[in-house]
């Protein structure tokens, strides 16, 4: 019975390494578990399971929101799909600097701290856009597994303030909660 279950669960796991490429084909399926970890490998642009940059002629959808001196964001709150690309059309309406970042409560927290430390730097993450006063920007990323995100705008003091919208990254059956 137990080596029944290992087995399911290898077969899942199988199935994960090689999901969301509709062209792997049955005769790699051996070699893709064998490439199990491949994803783990570090390309500087955050972890997987929050995502990585968009390819900008595979746009699923475009989301506008707009960045204000309130220290919000208009939405609070985004509903996305695993693996969706989205394009982030970014307007600064106020008369401040802000930024939009987007990754997990991590790497929020790290951005905070090298800011606090280099108030004025400029980011080019590509999980990151800083956007001038009257300025529209976009960002282009395709997200990762499901979990709660966040977009925070790390200009010291913004954060803090409370500028941070939530980013829930759900399956389609489970968006209704
Ligand atoms: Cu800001």
């Not at 693996?83 to 802000?98: A, C, Q, Y």
Request: hydrophobic share 35%; with cysteine; charged share 25%.
């Amino acid at each position: 019975m137990k080596l029944h279950l290992m087995f399911l669960v290898g077969l899942l796991a199988g199935q994960t390494a090689s999901g969301g490429d509709p062209d792997h084909g049955g005769a790699n399926d051996g070699q893709a578990a064998t490439h199990h970890g491949h994803h783990d490998s570090a390309h500087g642009a955050g972890n997987r399971a929050v995502g990585q940059p968009g390819h900008p002629d595979r746009i699923d959808r475009s989301i506008a929101v707009i960045a204000s001196d309130t220290m919000r964001y208009d939405p609070p709150e985004i509903t996305v799909r695993p693996g969706e690309t989205i394009r982030f059309e970014v307007k600064n309406d106020g008369k401040l600097r802000h930024e939009f970042t987007i990754g997990d409560a991590t790497e929020q927290r790290t951005h905070a701290e090298m800011m606090k430390r280099d108030p004025d730097m400029v980011h080019n993450d590509p999980n990151t856009i800083t956007v001038e006063p009257g300025v529209a920007k976009t960002l282009v990323w395709q997200f990762g597994e499901a979990g709660e995100l966040e977009i925070g705008c790390h200009v010291p003091g913004h954060y803090e303030a409370g500028m941070v919208a939530r980013v829930r990254v759900v399956a389609a059956n489970n968006s209704h909660q």
